[in-house]
Nanobody, 122 residues
Framework: QVQLVESGGGLVQAGGSLSLSCAASGRTFSSYVVGWFRQAPGKEREFVAAIRRNGDVTYYADSVKGRFTISRDNAKNTVSLQMNSLKPEDTAVYYC???????????????WGQGTQVTVSS
């Protein structure tokens, strides 16, 4: 089992940048595929990005490709999401996730953090 705690959300103007971080508990963090989801007001949660266990392969939603970068540090049990060129439509609660497989990470993550708010003003 793994527990996830996000940090780094906040308010930023359109075109700006934010970096989110997620700290994971447990000694088996490196065995999980980790990722980020987000949920905007009135909308369903949607996949944002994922990264394989050793960090060699990453995946992104089309809406964030080229603007967001996911990374992980297995020694520190952390996963980060660098968000650049932010748009008002990126406003959402962002959730860190962890799963035993990429398929689960992409569709139905096994573990979720509590979420952190990102607000992008126009």
């Amino acid at each position: 089992q793994v527990q996830l705690v996000e940090s780094g959300g906040g308010l930023v103007q359109a075109g700006g940048s934010l970096s989110l971080s997620c700290a994971a508990s447990g000694r088996t963090f490196s065995s999980y595929v980790v990722g980020w989801f987000r949920q905007a007001p009135g909308k369903e949660r949607e996949f944002v990005a994922a990264i394989r266990r050793n960090g060699d392969v990453t995946y992104y939603a089309d809406s964030v490709k080229g603007r967001f970068t996911i990374s992980r540090d297995n020694a520190k049990n952390t996963v980060s999401l660098q968000m650049n060129s932010l748009k008002p439509e990126d406003t959402a609660v962002y959730y860190c996730t962890a799963s035993g497989s990429y398929t689960a990470t992409r569709n139905h993550p096994d573990y979720w953090g509590q979420g952190t708010q990102v607000t992008v003003s126009s």
